[in-house]
């Protein structure tokens, strides 16, 4: 599970560093007059916080959690099917905003434009981010589902790794 933790901790920092380039991109006046007090805004958020606070959050548990309980995961199918859930929900609700801000930004900004019509057309947008935050459930689903498994281990588990292990107390002396 090593390169797994590798692959959220990865993931979360591409996100932080996407997220911060956005950040830039937007404070320009040209593109803020577009994506300021819109859906885009609520894009930004959620790639921080569903990208790169999350994603972060996830590897360290994959970290940990072997290291306190002293085995090894149960599946590596779980943690990759949560992470693959985790991105895809993530890039699709990111996305799906984005877009959505973007549509309700250059329609905000057409006085002949009616609210109604704003909300109609960003609609279906909303609705694909709504799809995403369903593929997020399922994949933190799949972590809880795993956590639990590998906190109460109802049958036989196998050793964890000579790397997870603790340390004899000759290793862990300080002299």
């Known amino acids: 599970a090593g390169g797994t933790v590798l692959w959220f901790v990865g993931t ?7 997220g911060g380039l956005l ?3 937007t404070s320009i006046r040209g593109v803020a007059l577009i994506t300021q007090f819109t859906h885009f805004s609520t894009a930004q958020t959620q790639l921080a916080v569903s990208g ?3 994603f972060t959050i996830f590897g360290a ?11 090894a995961w149960p599946s590596l199918s779980l943690i990759r099917g949560h992470f693959f859930a985790a991105l895809l929900g993530t890039a699709v609700l990111v996305l799906a905003l984005a877009v959505a801000g973007y549509i309700q930004g250059h329609e905000q900004n057409n006085a002949t434009v009616e609210f109604s ?3 109609a057309h960003v609609k279906p947008w909303l609705l694909v981010a709504t799809a995403g935050q369903a593929v997020l459930l399922f994949g933190n689903l799949l972590l809880a589902v ?4 590998a906190i109460c281990p109802s049958r036989q588990v196998t050793a964890a790794p000579a790397n997870f292990r603790q ?3 000759m290793e862990a002396s300080v002299s």
Request: proline share 6%; charged share 10%.
């Open 12 to 18: 979360g920092v591409g996100c932080y560093v996407a």
């Open 23 to 25: 950040d830039a991109v």
């Open 52 to 54: 790169a606070f999350s």
């Open 61 to 71: 548990i994959y970290f940990l959690v072997p290291r306190l309980t002293g085995l």
């Open 117 to 119: 019509a704003i909300a």
């Open 146 to 149: 795993h956590l639990l498994r």
């Open 167 to 169: 340390p004899s107390s």
